[in-house]
Structures are given as structure tokens and as C-alpha cells.
């Protein structure tokens, strides 16, 4: 009866009174307790830093959409101001044009007139020559004095036949 098992067996009641006696279970319960509990607050914490986490991203994720749109604008905003400018540019160019043009038209009005005067003159010049050679030369140098002059529509010029020079004096009146 009092064999080895039954004192292994009354050592190990005695041992599992003493554990009990001591409190050991409830050293052990608190430990796993505060441990479930420590583990609770690390899940609460990550639960919450995730939250956070995802409350960040939602902002990051509307400010980026923000961003985005507002280098949409930006963007809009800058084809219309380059739009703008080019046809601003392009209006002062085509007024450019149309002043230059007229400058042009102007410049080549009165490069003509000054041309068709030249040919008047020119003209004016040679009739004059072939006038004043002419009568010169047809006309007797041995008239008498009084008709050694005659009436010419040239005003302020005088043919002086003896010198054959053209003298600027007179009054419509070329003197020969």
C-alpha cells in the first residue's frame, strides 16, 4: 500500500496544496492577465496608429488630388495667358504690317511725285534748250535791238543769245 507511487502521488497533492497556498495560480492568472492586457493595449495602439494611418493617407490623398488640381488650373491658366499673348501678338504684328505697308505705300506715292517732278522739270529744262537754240539759231543776229528781245512764259529768266548764256532776272521776259 505504501509504495512509491503513493508517495509521488501525496508528494505531488502536497505540492499542488502548496502552489495553490502561495497563489501561485493567481500569480500566474495576473501574469497572463496583464499579459492579455498588454497585448490588448498593443492591438488598441495598433488598431489606432492604423487609424491614424489611414486618416493620413485620406488627407495626403485629398491634398495630392488638390495639388493635382490645381496644376490643372494652373496649366488651364497658363494655355489661356499664352493664348492671349499670342493673339495680342499676333493683332501688333498685323497692325505692324499695316503701318509698315502704308509707310511703304507712302514712301513709293511720294517717290512718284517727286519722280513725275523730276520729269517735269526735266522736261521744263529741255524744252527750255530747244527753245532757246531755236530762236538762236533762227533768228537773225543782225535784227535791230528792238526786236532783240521777246515775250517767253518763263518767269525770272533771260537767254542772253550773244553769250548763249541764261541769265535768271527778268520778269517773263527772255531777253535775246
Known amino acids: 500500500m505504501f509504495d512509491s507511487?503513493?508517495?509521488?502521488?501525496?508528494?505531488?497533492?502536497?505540492f499542488i496544496g502548496l502552489i495553490i497556498y502561495m497563489g501561485l495560480p493567481?500569480?500566474?492568472?495576473?501574469?497572463l492577465d496583464k499579459r492579455s492586457e498588454d497585448i490588448q493595449e498593443e492591438l488598441d495602439e495598433a488598431r489606432n496608429l492604423r487609424e491614424e494611418a489611414q486618416k493620413l493617407l485620406a488627407k495626403e490623398k485629398k491634398n495630392l488630388d488638390k495639388a493635382e488640381e490645381e496644376s490643372k488650373n494652373l496649366i488651364e491658366t497658363a494655355k489661356k495667358q499664352v493664348d492671349e499673348l499670342t493673339?495680342?501678338?499676333?493683332?501688333?504684328?498685323?497692325?505692324d504690317i499695316e503701318r509698315k505697308r502704308k509707310i511703304a505705300?507712302?514712301?513709293?506715292?511720294?517717290?512718284?511725285?517727286?519722280?513725275?517732278?523730276?520729269?517735269?522739270?526735266?522736261?521744263?529744262?529741255?524744252s527750255f534748250q530747244i527753245t532757246k537754240n531755236y530762236l538762236s539759231e533762227?533768228?537773225?543776229?543782225?535784227?535791230?535791238?528792238r526786236y532783240n528781245y521777246c515775250w517767253f512764259n518763263w518767269p525770272n529768266w533771260r537767254i542772253d543769245l550773244p553769250s548763249?548764256?541764261?541769265?535768271?532776272?527778268?520778269?517773263?521776259?527772255l531777253f535775246l
Open 105 to 126: 505705300e507712302l514712301k513709293i506715292e511720294q517717290a512718284q511725285t517727286e519722280a513725275l517732278n523730276d520729269v517735269k522739270a526735266r522736261i521744263a529744262n529741255l
Open 87 to 95: 493673339k495680342k501678338a499676333e493683332e501688333t504684328l498685323k497692325e
Open 164 to 173: 548763249r548764256r541764261i541769265i535768271r532776272k527778268g520778269r517773263n521776259r
Open 138 to 145: 533762227n533768228l537773225d543776229k543782225k535784227v535791230s535791238p
Open 26 to 31: 493567481r500569480m500566474i492568472i495576473s501574469a
Open 5 to 14: 507511487s503513493f508517495f509521488v502521488a501525496i508528494s505531488f497533492l502536497i
